[in-house]
């Protein structure tokens, strides 16, 4: 039995920490997108547990989030098989774009699926919170407010089509130093969610750019100056709105129109070595994401 999966990466619209919980979380909120910059995860029936992939950075083992879906759903549910996973990853690692997470939630799909389990969609949320707190939302989409420590989803009204072109520069950042240094009582400028909310379900392209906002930005620059070096170089490269991706390293720049977006991508790719052209997932891609062969 195969199962092949696509899942996209996501991007943080709007990013904001409300404080310190005593569990050593972040409280969020979070308005989350997903675009269509997507790995494939090729399932099948195996002898053994057993993870192939392209990408020189994730570990050929059991260490990483898709093969730990793996594993919880064998101990949950025995008729559960021993899994070969071929990862073609293109989503970029450790960048602010959830790309473990969207791996992982996945793999929770697709077992799901070849399985029979038929789990209701409360279950698999409870399993994927216990493997990540960005796995819930990679599970739906594709716009969604998080709360919580981001594992509380709430389905938005689809965002309007946007296009991203996202720079990843050539380091990753570590999200908990990203949480960990960062001062929440110092946060002046909070983003305004609720008028964030009301341009999402009014369609309001002008603030919905407008009023993009991640508070993380200013830990992550003070961890690594050329993040911020980036946002500036990316301004003036010709985009009014562009923000840092979740805790970063990953920079997006948003544009309204394709052939804006096209010619934008055409010039940092000559300013940098990675450079993606994306757009906002439509809802009925999600539908497809689990194709059994
Ligand atoms: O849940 P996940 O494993 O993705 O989180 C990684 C780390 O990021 C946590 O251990 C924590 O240090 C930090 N974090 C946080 N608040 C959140 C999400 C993550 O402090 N809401």
């Known amino acids: 039995m195969k199962a092949r999966v696509t899942v996209y990466a996501k991007i943080n619209l709007l990013l904001d920490v409300l404080h310190k919980r005593s569990d050593g979380y972040h409280e969020v909120a979070m308005v989350m997108q997903a675009v269509d910059l997507a790995d494939t995860l090729l399932v099948e029936t195996s002898s053994r547990n057993w993870l192939v992939t392209d990408n020189k950075y994730i570990p050929p083992n059991m260490n990483n989030l898709a093969m730990k879906a793996v594993t919880l759903m064998q101990s949950s549910f025995p008729q ?3 899994l070969k996973v071929t990862l073609r990853k293109k989503i970029p690692v450790a960048a602010g774009l959830a790309g473990g997470s969207t791996d992982c939630a ?36 594709p716009t969604s407010l998080a709360s919580g ?50 341009a ?12 993009m906002a991640n508070v993380l930005e200013q830990s992550t620059f003070i961890l690594h ?53 994306s757009k906002t997932v439509e809802p009925e891609l999600l539908q497809e994401r689990v194709q059994i062969l």
């Open 80 to 82: 559960v098989t021993p």
């Open 149 to 198: 420590r981001g594992e509380l989803l709430e389905a938005l009204p689809p965002c309007p089509t946007f296009y991203f072109v996202l720079v990843k520069p050539d380091f990753g950042v570590s999200t908990p130093r990203v949480y960990g240094n960062l001062k929440v009582e110092e946060i002046t400028d909070h983003p305004d969610l609720k008028r964030y909310l009301q």
């Open 106 to 141: 996945g793999m929770l799909l697709a077992i799901d699926r070849m399985f029979h389990l038929g789990l209701p969609q409360k279950e698999l949320q409870q399993l994927a919170a216990q493997l990540g707190s960005d796995v819930p939302f990679c599970l739906g989409g």
């Open 225 to 277: 100056p050329a993040v911020k070096k980036l946002k500036a170089e990316m301004q003036s490269l010709g985009c009014q709105h562009v923000l840092m991706s979740g805790s970063g390293p990953t920079v997006f720049a948003v544009f309204k129109e394709r052939s804006a977006a096209q010619r934008y991508y055409e010039k940092a790719r000559q300013r940098y070595k990675r450079v993606f052209l």
């Open 200 to 211: 999402l379900a009014q369609k309001d392209q002008d603030y919905l750019l407008a009023g």
